[in-house]
């Protein structure tokens, strides 16, 4: 992760700005699928803004051939409401219909 601006960043949440790249692929169980997504991005969340290290990775079973794999990270100077303020938001931006998918919420 890089990170700069022309103003003191730490410690300071900006959620505007970002950028979302996805597969274009959708899944036949999409509803499963969404439910998936937000209930392991919010358990990884939570755990990444309540860890010291504001980070936290899971895989989670979707079905016999696919298992869902996310990662979640915030700048270690965010505290742990700001961590996952932003994360939220960031998940609830994200396209949860897709097999697949970054997003990317920083400072720009």
């Known amino acids: ?3 700069y601006s022309d ?3 730490q410690s300071t949440l900006n959620i505007s700005g970002g950028f979302i790249l996805h597969n274009w692929n959708v899944t036949s169980n999409q509803v ?3 439910d998936l997504v937000l209930s392991t991005m919010n358990q990884a969340a939570t755990e990444a803004a309540n860890s ?3 980070f936290d990775a899971r895989k989670a079973y979707f079905n ?3 298992d869902l794999y996310a990662l979640v990270q915030c700048t270690p ?3 742990s409401l700001d961590c996952f303020r ?3 938001w960031t998940i609830n931006e ?3 219909e897709k097999n697949g998918g970054k997003t990317y919420c920083a400072e720009l």
């Open 52 to 54: 010291s290290r504001k």
């Open 77 to 79: 100077d965010l505290t």
């Open 64 to 66: 016999a051939f696919q």
């Open 7 to 9: 103003r003191n960043i």
């Open 94 to 96: 994200s396209p949860t």
């Open 32 to 34: 499963g699928f969404r």
């Open 86 to 88: 932003s994360l939220n």
């Open 1 to 3: 992760m890089l990170r």
